[in-house]
Antibody
Framework: QVQLQESGPGLVKSSETLALTCTVS????????WNWIRQPPGRGLEWIGY???????YYNPSLKSRVTISIDTSKNQFSLRLSSVTAADTAVYYC??????????????WGQGTTVIVSS | SYELTQPPSVSVSPGQAASITCSGD??????SCWYQQKPGQSPVLVIY???KRPSGIPERFSGSNSGNTATLTISGTQAMDEADYYC?????????FGGGTKLTVL
């Protein structure tokens, strides 16, 4: 079955850019919608944005000015870049796949999550 | 911006039914889904498209959505169901999560 694995630096300096990659295994990335979600320590979930296999994207308006999500179908990967990070961006970052062929039913496959700490 | 409101906590005795609500303006006009998250683990989708269960999710999990409220019901609650539960919906421009409900089975 499809599995997702996040990778990237666990420590990012304040004001710099956070960059993470999600590798898809057990299936093709060339369909469906692919998402990034984060969870600050002890808090709830926040959706960051999605990328469709065609490359089209949609971002959370609250993060839109700092977020870029891209996809590389040749590597079966999609990526997140979040610029000008602050301590408020410290969180567990998850990648996830939308169920079915839409972006509004729910996300049925999640990565294990990767912790990113923003240091001053 | 759109908001989804959940009770912070719900308690239930083993074997009893647990209901967790999620409220939002005209939520019934949107598709809702529910995630279960246990400590240190990734969320797991337990209900999608209001009422559907992904494969592998026990039949005791069910969902409904009408008016301004979506409800996750766990019938015959088991100790293994103790977890945080999050509702989620799409509102025109963003996926929105509720604040989460801690389900305690005692």
């Amino acid at each position: 079955q499809v599995q997702l694995q996040e990778s990237g630096p666990g420590l990012v300096k304040s004001s710099e850019t956070l960059a993470l990659t999600c590798t898809v295994s057990g299936g093709s990335i060339s369909s469906r919608y692919w998402n990034w979600i984060r969870q600050p320590p002890g808090r709830g979930l926040e959706w960051i944005g999605y990328v469709f296999y065609s490359g089209s994207t949609y971002y959370n308006p609250s993060l839109k000015s700092r977020v870029t999500i891209s996809i590389d179908t040749s590597k079966n990967q999609f990526s997140l870049r979040l610029s000008s990070v602050t301590a408020a961006d410290t969180a567990v970052y998850y990648c996830a796949r939308d169920i079915g062929d839409t972006y509004y039913y729910g996300m049925d496959v999640w990565g294990q999550g990767t912790t990113v700490i923003v240091s001053s | 911006s759109y908001e989804l409101t959940q009770p912070p906590s719900v308690s239930v005795s083993p074997g009893q039914a647990a209901s967790i609500t999620c409220s939002g303006d005209k939520l019934g006009d949107k598709y809702s889904c529910w995630y279960q998250q246990k400590p240190g683990q990734s969320p797991v989708l337990v209900i999608y498209q209001d009422t559907k269960r992904p494969s592998g999710i026990p039949e005791r999990f069910s969902g409904s959505n009408s008016g301004n409220t979506a409800t996750l019901t766990i019938s015959g609650t088991q100790a293994m169901d103790e977890a945080d539960y999050y509702c989620q919906a799409w509102d025109s421009s963003t996926k929105v999560f509720g604040g989460g409900t801690k389900l305690t089975v005692l």
